[in-house]
């Protein structure tokens, strides 16, 4: 062990100590929690904790994951039990702050769950249906430490990988490791890291970056955006170990600007870690130096492509680049560069810590460890779960999620973004797995899991997505500039019943020359909504031919809403949308670049 780190984790244990020997009040105020008013819930308690004198840490959390319960209160109280209270309204705090934190004594008909403890009458967390089969690493700390005090990270593990892999391990047995583990990016493409590192470790440059890619535009994810504002330090400890086994100098974390909580809780990490010398020169006393930042980007989908991503950190458009030469050749400035996603990198601590054979033991042959899915759409507990792959699609959304909330059938979900594709409601027995959902044509992505009931149209949702394709694409190619265009009002007209005998044909011919000819994989996969699609609901297109009236609807209750003015009556599958589809016409103004809407005949 290090000498640095020993000091600190005997720093750490003091407090962790000392926070446990008075009440310990912790309110989750990330996305989620502040979207459902956890802020005026802090204030509350804030206010009642001082009127009652009472000697208590309260503390700002990230989301547990359990987002249908935000506003979410944890009371722990020394001798008692620790203490979940769900949705706590400003009106509910009183009572709460009365009866728990000064009178010890939980207030059992607002109690949501107990953690690590049993009561009568209060489920324990880890058997709420949500809770139920999680295996939690890179959300292992998602609502139990402060973000960004790094003695509480110390305190329950952290830092211990990266402490071993300088103390005991050469870079690149560091490599060997994290490529024995069988970790795979989350990024989307599935590719070994391990493998991925040693592209970097082998270039000899003196400056070398590693870059953490939170750009995280897909609508329907929201698990990068939760653990940089739950946990960055994981995040931080990743990128650090990263940066040792491949010999790069500096890391950079990329992330949507506007997000503020995952940009300010990351920004105090960091400066937390070169105060405490685990950034900067001499990381924990060794003779490894390894700088850290963060840079903000504006709203761009294609920016989360790796090399538009260096565009953007070098101020120009973000444009995706020719390859060859690649990322580990000619990265950011010209440097050779690594860039992962931040799950994939939030895992790598505890592969270092545990093992690669600890992580291997956990998922399939294939895909190693957990995924962590993000559930909304028609779902009762909308949030984000980590699971081991090999669970059935139908654990996750029946029994986790707990299924429709109004108790209608499912009929799909949707997968893996604006560039994945759907799964029917039929195939909910397949296993997760990176690539049998490929196979299937559904690939996980970055971990979108959108619930639809069997109130949505297919053909609508497909449209959404292309829509949201075109007017993200970059345009710097005519493949995926005027193809997703085509694509979008081949759509139009099935959504408008107006479309003709070809244009299904039409539309296959348009996504053979979106993948084959497309520059980046915005315009290689722009497709595959639609294909994935007409795979399995065919016929719901064919029904969408001229002659059979504009298209049955329910309105989509979902993270995408692209219809503007759109008449809705009721919400059955006879209303119908008379739809404004604003997003056909309009330029494509957040990148710049006017799209063509031409006639497709
Ligand atoms: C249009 C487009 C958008 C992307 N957006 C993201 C993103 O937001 N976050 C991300 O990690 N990867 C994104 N990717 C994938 C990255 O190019 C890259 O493969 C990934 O960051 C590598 O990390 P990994 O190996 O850890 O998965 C995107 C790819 C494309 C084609
Ligand atoms: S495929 Fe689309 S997003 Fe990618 S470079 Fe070409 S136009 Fe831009």
Redo the contacts with the bound molecule.
């Keep these: 062990m290090t000498a640095v780190f020993e000091r600190l984790l005997a720093q750490a244990m003091d407090q962790w100590a000392e926070l446990h020997s008075r009440p310990w009040v912790r309110v989750s105020t990330g996305l989620m929690g502040s979207a459902a008013g956890a802020n005026d819930t802090l204030s509350a308690l804030r206010h009642d904790i001082e009127q009652s004198g009472v000697k208590a840490t309260i503390s700002e959390v990230g989301t547990t994951g359990l987002c249908y319960a935000e506003p979410l209160v944890d009371v722990f109280v020394p001798g008692g039990p620790r203490v979940l209270y769900s949705n706590v309204a400003v009106d509910q705090v009183h009572e709460i702050v009365t009866r728990h934190v000064q009178g010890s004594v939980p207030v059992k008909e607002l109690a949501f769950a107990t953690v690590d403890a049993d009561v009568v009458g209060i489920p324990r967390r880890e058997d709420l249906p949500m809770m139920r089969n999680q295996v939690r690493i890179a959300l292992r700390n998602a609502g139990e430490i402060d973000p960004i005090s790094i003695h509480q990270y110390i305190a329950r593990g952290g830092f211990a990988g990266l402490d071993k892999a300088l103390d005991s391990m050469e870079p690149k047995e560091v490599v060997q490791e994290v490529r024995d583990s069988g970790l795979r990016g989350r990024g989307g493409a599935a590719f070994s890291t391990g493998t991925k590192w040693s592209f970097l470790s082998g270039n000899p440059s003196d400056t070398k970056y590693i870059l953490c890619n939170c750009e995280e535009g897909d609508p329907g994810a929201f698990n990068d955006k939760t653990i940089l504002e739950t946990d960055p330090f994981t995040l931080i400890e990743g990128c650090i170990i990263a940066g040792y086994a491949t010999g790069a100098s500096n890391g950079i974390v990329f992330i949507r600007h506007g997000h503020d909580a995952p940009i300010d809780r990351t920004r105090a990490a960091i400066k937390a870690c070169y105060a405490n010398g685990v950034l900067g020169s001499c990381v924990m006393g060794t003779d490894f130096s390894f700088e850290m930042e963060v840079s903000l980007v504006g709203e761009s989908y294609?920016a989360g492509?790796e090399t538009a991503l260096m565009e953007a950190i070098e101020g120009k458009r973000s444009?995706?680049r020719f390859r060859p030469p690649f990322p580990a050749a000619y990265g950011v400035w010209g440097k050779p560069s690594n860039i992962n996603n931040i799950k994939t990198l939030s895992y790598v601590p505890e592969i270092i810590r545990r093992g690669a054979a600890w992580f291997t033991s956990i998922g399939t042959e294939k895909s190693a460890g957990t995924a962590i899915a993000c559930l909304s759409g028609d779902i009762r507990y909308a949030g984000l779960v980590e699971v081991p792959f090999g669970l059935t699609m139908r654990q996750i959304v029946e029994e986790m999620g707990g299924g429709d909330p109004n108790g209608k059938a499912l009929k799909f979900l949707q997968t893996g973004g604006p560039l994945g594709g759907l799964l029917p409601a039929d195939d909910l027995d397949m296993v997760l797995d990176f690539d049998a959902m490929v196979a299937a044509g559904a690939m996980f992505g970055s971990g979108g899991l959108i619930v639809c009931n069997e109130t949505r149209s297919v053909v609508d949702l497909t449209r959404t997505l292309v829509a949201f394709d075109q007017m993200?694409?970059?345009?710097?190619?005519f493949?995926?500039?005027l193809g997703t265009s085509h694509l979008l009002e081949l759509l139009d007209r099935f959504c408008d019943g107006q479309a003709r005998e070809n244009d299904l044909e039409l539309m296959a011919r348009v996504g053979v020359n979106m993948r084959v000819g497309?520059?980046?994989?915005?315009?290689?996969l722009?497709y595959n909504p639609v294909e994935s699609a007409f795979k399995y609901f065919g016929d719901e297109f064919r029904a969408q031919m001229s002659g059979h009236g504009p298209i049955p609807i329910a309105p989509f209750v979902g993270p995408i809403v692209t219809r503007r003015g759109a008449q809705i009556e009721g919400d059955t599958p006879t209303s119908v949308v008379k739809a404004d589809f604003v997003v056909k016409l309009e330029p494509a103004v957040a990148n710049g670049v006017s799209h063509q809407n031409e006639e497709v005949s």
């Design positions: 294609v492509e444009m995706p993200e694409s970059c345009g710097k190619c493949p995926c500039r497309s520059l980046c994989g915005h315009g290689q722009g």
